[in-house]
């Protein structure tokens, strides 16, 4: 979780500093957009988001190798949606990472 307050409070700075809004006029669709797009830039390149990196996590393919560019954008256009995030399964695994054939590890 604190992974995920990390990313998302860059994605508002982030936004804040590029399209120049108060916090009075918050568009949640740019805000989202941003912290999706720093997903699918971070997770193929430094192996995680900033967050999940500060946290000591990354993701990585369940077949093992590179992650690849597809799976970043599958599995951050989910989380963005915020819904397959609360959907799990027995191992802990977010439906986003299901769905891209992802998952979180410590390293």
């Given at each position: 979780?604190?992974?995920?307050?990390?990313?998302?409070?860059?994605?508002?700075?982030?936004?804040?500093?590029?399209?120049?809004?108060?916090?009075?006029?918050?568009?949640?669709?740019?805000?989202?957009?941003?912290?999706?797009?720093l997903q699918v830039l971070f997770i193929p390149t430094i192996g995680?988001?900033?967050?999940?990196?500060?946290?000591?996590?990354?993701?990585?393919?369940?077949?093992?190798?590179?992650?690849?560019?597809?799976?970043?954008?599958?599995?951050?256009?989910?989380?963005?949606?915020?819904?397959?995030?609360?959907?799990?399964?027995?191992?802990?695994?977010?439906?986003?990472?299901?769905?891209?054939?992802?998952?979180?590890?410590?390293?």
């Amino acid at each position: 979780m604190l992974g995920l307050l990390i990313d998302y409070a860059l994605a508002m700075a982030l936004a804040f500093a590029v399209f120049r809004y108060t916090f009075l006029d918050y568009n949640g669709f740019v805000v989202t957009g941003t912290y999706v797009l720093l997903q699918v830039l971070f997770i193929p390149t430094i192996g995680g988001s900033i967050g999940h990196r500060l946290v000591g996590l990354r993701v990585i393919p369940l077949a093992g190798g590179w992650v690849g560019p597809w799976r970043p954008i599958v599995r951050s256009v989910l989380l963005g949606l915020a819904f397959p995030a609360l959907v799990w399964d027995s191992d802990q695994r977010g439906f986003h990472d299901k769905v891209a054939g992802t998952v979180l590890v410590r390293g």
